[in-house]
Structures are given as C-alpha cells and as structure tokens.
C-alpha cells in the first residue's frame, strides 16, 4: 500500500504502460484518474479498481482540455500527488519522407503533451510541497532509423526532466523519466503490422538481442515508474533508468 492517500493522474493509461501503472497504483491504495484521449475506453480501466477511479477524456497536447483534467482529478479527490505522462504516438518515417503533420503531431504529443500535463500539475504540487512526476522517454532516444520526431521528441524529455528537477526540487516535488526498451503493446503491435512483419517473431528477434532474452511487459515499466512516485526514492530525481533488459 505505497499509495494510501495518494492521488494520481496518468495520462495515455487507456492502455499499455499507462493501464498497468494506474492499476499498480490503484492495487496499492491511490485513487487514480485514468486519462485517455477517449474517456469510454479510460472507464473500462478505471471501472476494474477496488479503489477509486476517475475516467477523463483528454487531448494532452490541447492546453484547455489539461487544465480541465488536472481541475476535474483536484475536484474529485481533493488534491494531487503523483503525475505519470504515458501518452504517446508514433509517426514513423524516413526523414526524406516525414511530412511535417507526422513531426508536428508527435512533437506535440509527447514533448507539449507533458510540457502542459506538468505545468498543469506543478500549480498544486508547489503549493502542498510534494510531487512525485514520471515523464516516459525511451530507448529510442539514443537515436533509431526512421524515428527523427519520436527520438527527438523522447531525447527531449530527458532533458525536461534534468531541468524540471532543478525547478522543482526545493517545492520537494522529484521529476524523472523511465526509457523502456521493446514493450508488448499496442504500440508495438502497430509498428509490426505497418512494416508487415509477424508480431511473435517481431518479439522473438527483438528478444534474441536483449540480454535478458526476453521483451518487457507494461507490468515490468509500471514497477519502474511505481518505485519513482514512491517514497522509497525521495532522494532520486532529475534521473532517466533505462528499462531495456540489458545495460
Ligand atoms: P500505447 O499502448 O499506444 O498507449 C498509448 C496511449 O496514449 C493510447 O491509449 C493513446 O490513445 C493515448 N494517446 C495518444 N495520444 C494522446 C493524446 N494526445 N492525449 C491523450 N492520450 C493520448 O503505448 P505504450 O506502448 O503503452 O507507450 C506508453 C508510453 O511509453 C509512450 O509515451 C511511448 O512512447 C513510451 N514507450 C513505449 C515503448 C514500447 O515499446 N511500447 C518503449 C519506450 C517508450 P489512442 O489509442 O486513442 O491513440
């Protein structure tokens, strides 16, 4: 129970990573607002708590609809506590051929996207002196062929949330990022499919490269992110933890 009393606000949680870190949070006594493009699929993750849920339907990169989310989540449970951003798309192209929507709309998911969700959440989190923030990057930060928005954007947030943490830090408030490597997800899946390889051999080479042998499950990366907005890492912050099976 690391998050008795806590609230939390997960955004892309619909799904994926997002999903299994609001129902470790909510398994371990939070109240957790699920945060989704589309709030019906949102419920169907916040319904399958034992504790309180929230459903919220919401664009992170549209500034009104994030005030309105973080407002809703402090109306109902009365603060905030704990933010993960999750949200994320991928507009994978060569650069030769990425249109300038594919660079904007991912740019605008995830660096805006957590930009806004942050800002938003920083006004109550300054003024109770406690914050815990997890900004999702990856490992295609380091640089990956085809991704020039997605690796800009991901290596973008490391450095958010180097700086956040400076900001932050004397409000008592932690920012770090977690990097996964490969996860099973729709995500994944995805990208499988629009380069029409096999899934489950798609997971199998892939797994042949990590040291581990295996790829990750949301479950692995919402223990990562849980360890973060727990008090057991009060001291940590301004960090990016590469979660890859390997070092
Ligand atoms: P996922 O299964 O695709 O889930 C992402 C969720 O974000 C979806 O429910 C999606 O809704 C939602 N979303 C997209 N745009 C949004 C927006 N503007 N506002 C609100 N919600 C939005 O992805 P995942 O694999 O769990 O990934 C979660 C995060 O981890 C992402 O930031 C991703 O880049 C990062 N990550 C993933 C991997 C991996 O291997 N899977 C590796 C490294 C990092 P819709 O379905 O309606 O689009």
């Known amino acids: 129970m690391r998050f008795e009393n806590r609230v939390a606000l997960v955004t892309g949680a619909a799904r994926g990573i997002g999903a299994a870190t609001a129902r470790l949070f909510a398994a371990e006594g939070a109240r957790v607002a699920v945060l989704d493009l589309d709030e019906s699929q949102a419920r169907q993750v916040s319904d399958g708590f034992a504790y309180s849920g929230l459903a919220i339907g919401c664009d992170v990169s549209k500034r009104s609809e994030v005030d309105a989310a973080v407002a809703r989540t402090v109306e109902r449970f009365g603060t905030l506590d704990i933010l993960v951003c999750c949200a994320g798309i991928l507009r994978d192209n060569l650069l030769h051929r990425m249109s300038e929507e594919d660079w904007d709309a991912v740019i605008d998911t995830h660096l805006k996207g957590t930009f806004l969700c942050i800002q ?3 006004r109550v989190m300054v003024e109770k002196r406690y914050g815990k923030v997890v900004l999702l990057s990856s490992t295609s930060a380091l640089g990956n062929r085809g991704q020039t928005n997605y690796t800009t954007a991901k290596a973008g947030l490391q450095g958010m949330a180097r700086t956040l943490a400076i900001e932050l830090g004397p409000f008592n408030i932690n920012v770090n990022a977690i990097a996964p490597g490969f996860v099973e997800t ?3 899946r995805a990208t499988a499919e629009r380069i029409g390889m096999d899934f489950e ?6 797994a042949e490269a990590i040291p581990l042998r295996r790829v990750a499950q949301p479950e692995d990366i919402a223990s990562c992110i849980a360890f973060f907005c727990s008090d057991e ?8 933890l590469y979660a890859r099976g390997g070092p």
């Open 233 to 240: 890492s009060s001291f940590v912050t301004g960090q990016t």
């Open 201 to 206: 051999e798609m997971k199998r080479t892939r």
């Open 186 to 188: 729709a995500m994944t």
């Open 120 to 122: 938003a959440a920083q």
